[in-house]
Every structure is written in C-alpha cells, then in structure tokens.
T-cell receptor, first 109, second 113 residues
Framework: GQSLEQPSEVTAVEGAIVQINCTYQ??????LSWYQQHDGGAPTFLSY????GLEETGRFSSFLSRSDSYGYLLLQELQMKDSASYFC??????????FGSGTKLNVKP | DGGITQSPKYLFRKEGQNVTLSCEQNLNHDAMYWYRQDPGQGLRLIYY???????QKGDIAEGYSVSREKKESFPLTVTSAQKNPTAFYLCASTGEGIGYGYTFGSGTRLTVV
C-alpha cells in the first residue's frame, strides 16, 4: 500500500516564497510528481522527480530525497493566481500515480 | 489542439440508474485513467488501461465498469451498485511516459438526485 502526507492548508502573501512538503510511504517507488488544481478545474502537471535533488521550472521548484521519503514543492514570487490546491503523487511501478489529499494554498495581497 | 474531452460537464443520476461518462483523447496516448475526487480530497484511482482491449482495476473499482475498444476512448459506467456516486470524475492519459505526467480532462460532476 501507499500513504502520502501533506499539510491541508498554507497561507502566504503575494511576492513571498512558500514550501509545500510531502512525505510518503510506498512498497516501491519510482518517482514523485506535483499537480496544481484551481477550484472546479482539472489538475495540471507541474513536475516529476525520480532522482534526489532539486528540479527548477521557472518560479516553481521541486525537491526529492528518496532516503527520507520526502519531497517538497517550492513556489517563489507568489502571485494571486497561484492560489489553488497542490497535490503530490507517487508512482510505485511506473503505471499509475497515487495522490495525496492536497494542500490548499491561499495567497493574500 | 490535442487534448482530452470529457462529457457531459454535469450529470444528474436517479437512484438505481446506470450512467456513462465519456472520455475521448486525440493525443495518441496509450494509457488512460479514471479518477474520482470528493470535496477536499485527493484523487482515487478507479480504473486504468495501458492498451486497447485491456484494463485494470484501481483502488475503488467496485460499482464501476469501463471499456477500451478504441485507443481514443475510455468510457466509464457508474452502475447502480455504486452506493455513493456523487463526486467529480476525472479522466487522464499519458503517452510519452509517466514521468511526463498526466494530461487531465476538464471533469464530469456527477450528482445523485
């Protein structure tokens, strides 16, 4: 089986940096992904980490430590449009992802 | 533009009825997935298919059925055996490899009336 833990809600101000953590337990592990979902919308893919370290894509970065079963999503220069839910997801066998319960990010002016 | 089309956007089901949710993709992706999302929750896997004429159960397959007769299409039927079907249903696909992530459709919101 698998379980993922992430905070339920985070609040930050516009222009700030926020980190959303994800810890996981799986019987096997291939990689960790992050998705963004605005209210009522579909999730959109942000990043995938298979190896330890930091991956940067514009204002967003994602980090993975396989030995700690831990990863995080880092959002820099926060904008109001970043207000959304963020999900971490793990794949055990490269066939499908299992999702966490999501972190609701509230960006305030 | 390539993408995944889910229809209808909103669906109302009476008790005891079967309903079918449509999912069509023109991305030429081999693998397709159905997830269910309840308010404030993550996504739970219902069924997935990696090739035509083959599909596998996910974690919550009871009360659901699927078919994969064409590469482009992966319809989901919510049967009367599904006792709590009110949820947001998302179809996804991936083609280049799961490391490139899923492409999701815009979802179908199913409500039991």
């Amino acid at each position: 089986g698998q379980s993922l833990e992430q905070p339920s809600e985070v609040t930050a101000v516009e222009g700030a940096i926020v980190q959303i953590n994800c810890t996981y337990q799986t019987s096997g592990f291939y990689g960790l992904s992050w998705y963004q979902q605005h209210d009522g919308g579909a999730p959109t893919f942000l990043s995938y980490n298979a190896l330890d370290g930091l991956e940067e894509t514009g204002r967003f970065s994602s980090f993975l430590s396989r030995s700690d079963s831990y990863g995080y999503l880092l959002l820099q220069e926060l904008q109001m449009k970043d207000s959304a839910s963020y999900f971490c997801a793990v794949t055990e066998n490269f066939n499908k992802f299992y999702f966490g319960s999501g972190t609701k990010l509230n960006v305030k002016p | 533009d390539g993408g995944i089309t889910q229809s209808p956007k909103y669906l109302f089901r009476k008790e005891g009825q079967n309903v079918t949710l449509s999912c069509e993709q023109n991305l030429n992706h081999d693998a397709m997935y159905w997830y269910r999302q309840d308010p404030g929750q993550g996504l739970r896997l219902i069924y997935y298919s990696q090739i035509v004429n083959d599909f596998q159960k996910g974690d919550i397959a009871e009360g659901y059925s699927v078919s994969r007769e064409k590469k482009e299409s992966f319809p989901l039927t919510v049967t009367s055996a599904q006792k709590n079907p009110t949820a947001f249903y998302l179809c996804a696909s991936t083609g280049e490899g799961i490391g490139y992530g899923y492409t999701f459709g815009s979802g179908t919101r199913l409500t039991v009336v």
